[in-house]
């Protein structure tokens, strides 16, 4: 079974500092990962995804990700983020034999002015 | 484009009560998904239609959750009766193809059963 584990339920950060949102997942298969973002009010946004290929993703809004097969990780990155960044992140895996997104938890962004 | 659409955006209810959430999603994609969040919890899966067919609804948490799709267009998810522990957002998500392709969602319908 397919699982996905977002250690932080929250971070807090200051405008303009560099982000990281920990993301590691659990498969016995080939599996296809993602970000989406919800802002608040809003529905789920794809940030990015990995299919296969490079291993590091670039998405909308200046974020990032790198997908770590060794540590199965896909962590979320921005260099700097704005106060427009706070929402909440969540991290889903599926893979071939799957139609389902298996969601993490979520993380809550919290930026700070 | 009109995005994935989902009626009504909030929804308060007693329990006991029949509630009955509506989802469009984008036109021509075959596949629907409803997904839940209970309240600080991950987004779980509920079920997938492919056009009108259930292909998966593993994911539904009892026979008091009906879910349809006719004519393969929207879709409908109906809790009947209603309990405390069925409050939470409910998300629809459509795609033209695999889901590992991009899965578009609605903004979700809160539901709140008191």
């Known amino acids: 079974a397919q699982s996905v584990t977002q250690l932080d339920s929250q971070v807090p950060v200051f405008e303009e500092a560099p982000v990281e949102l920990r993301c590691n997942y659990s498969?016995?298969?080939?599996?296809?990962l993602f970000w989406y973002v919800q802002y608040p009010n809003q529905g789920l946004q794809l940030l990015l995804k990995?299919?296969?290929?490079?291993?590091l993703v670039k998405g909308i809004n200046g974020f990032e990700a790198e997908f770590n097969k060794s540590q199965t990780s896909f962590h979320l990155r921005k260099p700097s983020v704005h106060i427009s960044d706070t929402a909440e992140y969540f991290c889903a895996v599926t893979s071939d034999s799957s139609y389902k997104l298996i969601f993490g938890s979520g993380t809550r962004l919290l930026v700070r002015p | 484009e009109a995005g994935v659409t989902q009626f009504p955006s909030h929804s308060v209810i007693e329990k006991g009560q029949t509630v009955t959430l509506r989802c469009d999603p984008i036109s021509g994609h075959d596949n629907l998904y409803w997904y839940r969040r209970v309240m600080g919890k991950e987004i779980k899966f509920l079920l997938h239609?492919?056009?009108?067919?259930?292909?998966?609804e593993s994911g539904m948490p009892n026979n008091r959750f009906l879910a349809e799709r006719t004519g393969g267009t929207y879709s409908t998810l109906k809790v009947q009766p209603a309990e405390l522990e069925d409050s939470g957002v409910y998300f629809c998500?459509?795609?033209?193809?695999?889901?590992?392709?991009?899965?578009?969602f609605g903004q979700g319908t809160r539901l709140t059963v008191v």
């Open positions: 998500a459509s795609s033209p193809g695999r889901m590992n392709t991009e899965a578009f």
């Open positions: 990995y299919l296969s290929g490079s291993t």
């Open positions: 498969s016995s298969v080939s599996v296809y």
């Open positions: 239609f492919v056009k009108e067919s259930k292909q998966d």
